[in-house]
T-cell receptor
């Protein structure tokens, strides 16, 4: 079993919809939680970086972490066709150098 | 552009050949990471450096793989005697003191 599990989708929504992307993780030592967006054949782009439990908002994006259930979420409001990409969740421990990634959820936002 | 840069962007090689990739991190980032990503998978950690010291290596990093970061600036990843299973996107990332990791565009390796 992978340390970070993510529903691969694909997920297809109409423009303007609210999108919910989710991951679960198994290692309670994970303290930092990230969401990356990756377009086809490009490197991952950091969207959100959060520490421990709680919510963090940045424009149309909200990241939510629930450490008690080891569940992390990314919400995208007013989704746009340009949001069509693969979304990767990632976690890491306090002193760890490496990040551990899920396998990504592919999102398509239709005009 | 002051982001992470990688060279080459695409490398095609024949099985058994050696290849070397370069990564230039964001200026003043003291940590540099290498990951490998195959189609439909998330990036898998290979190794990371703090300044010039290689602090962690994944067991994925076989003896055919070696990474260096001389002088704590750019880094190189070499794969010797390439195999078809080495075909993947090789991603480099950098961070300042272990915080947010910013990725480069990747080097796509195709082994024929």
């Amino acid at each position: 079993q992978k340390e970070v599990e993510q529903d691969p989708g694909p997920l297809s929504v109409p423009e303007g919809a609210i999108v919910s992307l989710n991951c679960t993780y198994s290692n309670s030592a994970f303290q930092y939680f990230m969401w990356y967006r990756q377009y086809s054949r490009k490197g991952p782009e950091l969207l959100m970086y959060t520490y421990s439990s709680g919510n963090k908002e940045d424009g149309r994006f909200t990241a939510q972490v629930d450490k008690s259930s080891k569940y992390i979420s990314l919400f995208i409001r007013d989704s746009q066709p340009s949001d069509s990409a693969t979304y990767l969740c990632a976690t890491k421990g306090t002193n760890a150098g490496k990040s551990t990634f899920g396998d990504g959820t592919t999102l398509t936002v239709k005009p | 552009d002051t982001g992470v840069s990688q060279d080459p962007r695409h490398k095609i090689t024949k099985r058994g050949q050696n290849v070397t990739f370069r990564c230039d991190p964001i200026s003043e980032h003291n940590r540099l990471y290498w990951y490998r990503q195959t189609l439909g998978q998330g990036p898998e950690f290979l190794t990371y450096f703090q300044n010039e010291a290689q602090l962690e290596k994944s067991r994925l990093l076989s003896d055919r793989f070696s990474a260096e970061r001389p002088k704590g600036s750019f880094s190189t990843l070499e794969i010797q005697r390439t195999e078809q299973g080495d075909s993947a996107m090789y991603l480099c990332a950098s961070s300042f003191r272990g915080n947010e990791q910013f990725f480069g565009p990747g080097t796509r390796l195709t082994v024929l």
